[in-house]
C-alpha cells in the first residue's frame, strides 16, 4: 500500500539554524499539507499547497516558514532560522481530492537546542 | 474561531471491554468529520470518515461513529477492545472552504490483556 514518507525521523538543530524537513507524498496525490504537534499539544495545521502554490495557511506560517516541491515527488518544509519553540513533531500528508482523507507520514521530531 | 474538543485524554479499559471516545466540535455549518489512530511508532491511520448521508458509519477494526448534528459531536465506539487497540485516538474535522483538518486533542486509550 502507498505510503508518505518523510525524512529525517528526528533533527536536532541549533538556534537560528536553518532546517529542510523532506517528505515524499503518495504518488497520484495533488494536495500536501503540513502539520505540527509540540509536545502534550494538538496537532495544528501549518499549510496546504496545490498546483505549486500554497493554497492556504495558518496564522504560524510566518515568514521563517515555506514549502517547495521542488521536482515530481518531494515536498519540502524549510524553517529559516529555527527558535526554541519550533520544537515540535511535523507531519506531512496527502490527498487525492481536496476534501478527501489525508494521508499521513510517520513524522519528523525536530528539536531546537 | 472552529475547535475540537476530545474529552477523554487517557482512557484504561480491560480487554472486551466496550468503548466510546467523545468527540465535540464548535462550527455551525457543513463539516466533514475524521478518525485517526496512532498505534506506538506508526503514522496516524484513517479508522472512519463522515460526509453526508447515514450518521452511523462503520470504518476499519470493528470501530464505528455516530454523528449527532445537534450536539455537534462525532464519538467514536467499539463494543469489544482489544489488547491491539492501545493507541492514541485523533478526531478531526474540516469545514466549508477550507481542507485542513481541525484536531482534536487527542485520546490515549491503554487496553489492559
Known amino acids: 500500500e502507498p505510503e508518505v514518507t518523510q525524512t529525517p525521523s528526528h533533527q536536532v538543530t541549533q538556534m537560528g539554524q536553518e532546517v529542510i524537513l523532506r517528505c515524499v507524498p503518495i504518488?497520484?496525490?495533488?494536495?500536501f499539507y503540513w502539520y505540527r504537534q509540540i509536545l502534550g499539544q494538538k496537532v495544528e495545521f501549518l499549510v496546504s499547497?496545490?498546483?505549486?502554490?500554497?493554497?492556504?495557511k495558518s496564522e504560524i506560517f510566518d515568514d521563517q516558514f515555506s514549502v517547495e516541491r521542488p521536482d515530481g515527488s518531494n515536498f519540502t518544509l524549510k524553517i529559516r532560522s529555527t527558535k526554541l519553540e519550533d520544537s515540535a513533531m511535523y507531519f506531512c500528508?496527502?490527498?487525492?481530492?481536496?476534501?478527501?482523507?489525508?494521508?499521513f507520514g510517520p513524522g519528523t521530531r525536530l528539536t531546537v537546542l | 474561531a472552529q475547535s475540537v474538543s476530545q474529552h477523554n485524554h487517557h482512557v484504561i479499559l480491560s480487554e472486551a471491554a466496550s468503548l466510546e471516545l467523545g468527540c465535540n466540535y464548535s462550527y455551525g455549518g457543513t463539516v466533514n468529520l475524521f478518525w485517526y489512530v496512532q498505534y506506538p511508532g506508526q503514522h496516524l491511520q484513517l479508522l472512519l470518515k463522515y460526509f453526508s448521508g447515514d450518521p452511523l458509519v462503520k470504518g476499519i477494526k470493528g470501530f464505528e461513529a455516530e454523528f449527532i448534528k445537534s450536539k455537534f459531536s462525532f464519538n467514536l465506539r467499539k463494543p469489544s477492545v482489544q489488547w491491539s487497540d492501545t493507541a492514541e485516538y485523533f478526531c478531526a474535522v474540516t469545514t466549508s472552504g477550507t481542507y485542513k483538518y481541525i484536531f482534536g486533542t487527542g485520546t490515549r486509550l491503554k487496553v489492559l490483556a
Open positions: 504518488s497520484n496525490h495533488l494536495y
Open positions: 499547497f496545490y498546483n505549486n502554490e500554497i493554497s492556504e
Open positions: 500528508a496527502s490527498s487525492q481530492p481536496s476534501y478527501n482523507e489525508q494521508f
